[in-house]
């Protein structure tokens, strides 16, 4: 949580639900990354996104992760139309689909920036699973690097090691 902005980090099973545990507001959840696709990684991406809504989320989501990330929301959501369309009509929520925007990340490089953090991506290598990523948070007061599952990464010391943003901003 940065700010009052929740970013989540992979979405293994049980997310939404420790989210809550922890004393976090799940609705000021507004981005997402994956790190690769697999279930203790993934499970979760959408009941995350659609619990959130269900408690209220009024806000955009943007969600970051490899390919098939776009496929994965689009057929979560056709999954699960009844209950998002009952929801909107019974309860007069917004609709969730046009607030949520998945975006594929397949190579290094940077990935968002706003005005509390610089994401920064490095492939890692988690054999068979193609593309894994590495993600590199630079805030004002310090840069955290996240990765899940890799063997030995020259990438991921490379993002580990680069500058941190505070003394590129100098």
């Not at 840069?143 to 990438?155: A, E, H, P």
Request: charge should be neutral.
């Amino acid at each position: 949580m940065v700010d009052n902005v929740l970013y989540v980090i992979d979405c293994g099973n049980g997310v939404a639900r420790q989210i809550v545990q922890a004393g976090v507001p799940i609705l000021t959840l507004r981005h997402v990354f994956i790190t690769h696709h697999h279930s203790d990684h993934n499970a979760d991406y959408g009941n995350l996104l659609l619990l959130a809504w269900a408690s209220g989320l009024r806000a955009r989501v943007d969600t970051w992760g490899p390919p098939p990330l776009e496929k994965m929301t689009r057929l979560f959501f056709e999954l699960n139309a009844y209950d998002i369309d009952t929801r909107i009509a019974d309860e007069g929520r917004p609709p969730l689909v046009p607030m949520i925007h998945p975006h594929e990340v397949s190579q290094a490089g940077p990935v968002m920036q706003d005005e509390r953090v610089k994401v920064t991506a490095a492939l890692v290598h988690h054999p068979p699973v193609t593309p894994a990523l590495a993600y590199r948070f630079d805030c004002p007061d310090r840069s955290i690097v996240f990765s899940g599952d890799t063997n030995k990464s020259d990438n991921l010391i490379r993002l580990a090691k680069a500058p941190t943003c505070s003394s590129t901003r100098r």
